[in-house]
């Protein structure tokens, strides 16, 4: 069974006197373990198809199907929890809390499912510690470079154990270096934990670090194919 199965999918939006269709029925799947990228200019409908996987919008038509879960017809509490369940969320802009160390913002996700104190303290410090980030525990996010940040952020989309991580430009706000380093790292939880993971980017060197490269245009997918695996031994 595919983790993301999509069927038809469609996403129209009215805007005065005119429609706009910003996904035009995109069918495909995404196995358990696989690392997708996901690219395609302004406009090309990614952000919108990544909106509707990670439970944050519903399609106007079409069905998917989230680890053998229908969504459509869910409502917002119902989305909210399958969120929290199956999927870890990854930004840009590393949606950290200021005010609180990189420890508390790890623990966060864990609030919402009520796991127990002690279990959530102990399952965050892991997380960091997995991230090269033992020692950062009680910084505060302005105590961290961009690329620490980022490392949090992961941390914090992987407490939950979801099956499933959504990556939007990741390694947008990141230097050369720092972007390599956050992407090997993606690649490595990819290939030892399994975990799948979807990544939107522009940047074509930072998607030839996926396996697989899904392109956009005008709401419509326009090519699906494998990383060539020189690609992938380069980064190795």
């Given amino acids: 069974m595919a983790l993301i199965e999509t069927q038809h999918l469609t996403k129209v939006y009215e805007l005065g006197e005119s429609t706009v269709r910003a996904l035009d029925d995109v069918s495909l799947t995404v196995a358990h373990g696989e690392f997708v990228a996901i690219m395609g200019p302004s406009g090309s409908g990614k952000s919108t198809f990544m909106n509707l996987i990670g439970c944050l919008d519903v399609p106007t038509g079409g069905q998917y199907l989230l680890d053998g879960i229908a969504v459509g017809g869910r409502g917002r509490d119902e989305l909210a929890e399958i969120r929290n ?4 969320f990854v ?4 949606n950290l809390l200021p005010r609180t160390s990189a420890l508390e913002n790890v623990e966060l ?3 919402y499912n009520g796991c127990p104190p002690k279990e959530r303290r102990q399952r965050a ?7 090269g980030l033992e020692g950062r525990e009680h910084h505060h996010p302005n105590q961290l470079s961009g690329g620490q940040q980022q490392r949090v952020a992961i941390a914090r989309a992987l407490v939950n ?7 939007d430009e990741p390694t947008g706000n990141l230097d050369t270096r720092s ?3 956050i992407m ?3 690649v490595k939880l990819n290939r030892e934990s399994g975990i799948t993971i979807i990544l939107v980017t522009h940047e074509s060197d930072i998607a030839a670090f996926s396996r697989r490269i899904i392109k956009f245009r005008d709401g419509l997918v326009v090519s699906d194919e494998p990383v060539k695996q020189a690609q992938i031994g380069d980064r190795r």
């Fill in 179 to 181: 972007s390599v380093e």
């Fill in 91 to 94: 930004f840009q802009g590393f």
């Fill in 85 to 88: 369940n199956k999927i870890g």
């Fill in 161 to 167: 154990r979801a099956p499933l991580i959504l990556a």
């Fill in 109 to 111: 996700p864990m609030l």
């Fill in 125 to 131: 410090m892991e997380a960091l510690k997995a991230m």
């Fill in 184 to 186: 090997e790292l993606v």
